[in-house]
């Protein structure tokens, strides 16, 4: 199974965007589910996740500025991103794990963010 993101587009510094990560399976609800982020000549990074009950995590990169929730109802995790910054220009990606320890998979094709100064 294979998460589908979207929501990407090109922004000025300041704005906005929500995106999207959206499942196939009504089982998504039991899985946590991260928002990730690889920018050019980078390593892919963690930006933000939820867990199955709704607890919320983020890098310190994104804290303040970022919120991710989840609507279960429509097997999608959403990442709302203010005051974005052109060091957010980045293909996001999103995947899922069932347990804490467990590495996260099925991973999406990305959507690409990028944010103009």
């Known amino acids: 199974v294979q998460l589908q993101a979207s929501g990407g587009g090109s922004v000025q510094a300041g704005g906005s965007l929500r995106l999207s990560c959206e499942a196939s399976?009504?089982?998504?609800?039991?899985?946590?589910v991260g928002w990730f982020r690889q920018a050019p000549g980078k390593e892919r990074e963690f930006v933000a996740g939820?867990?199955?009950?709704?607890?919320?995590s983020y890098a310190d990169s994104v804290k303040g500025r970022f919120t991710i929730s989840r609507d279960n109802a429509k097997n999608t995790v959403y990442l709302q991103m203010n005051s974005l910054k052109s060091e957010d220009t980045a293909v996001y990606y999103c995947?899922?794990?069932?347990?804490?320890?467990?590495?996260?998979?099925?991973w999406g094709q990305g959507t690409q963010v990028t944010v103009s100064s």
């Open positions: 995947a899922r794990r069932l347990l804490p320890d467990a590495d996260f998979g099925s």
């Open positions: 939820i867990s199955a009950s709704g607890t919320t």
């Open positions: 399976e009504r089982t998504f609800r039991f899985y946590a």
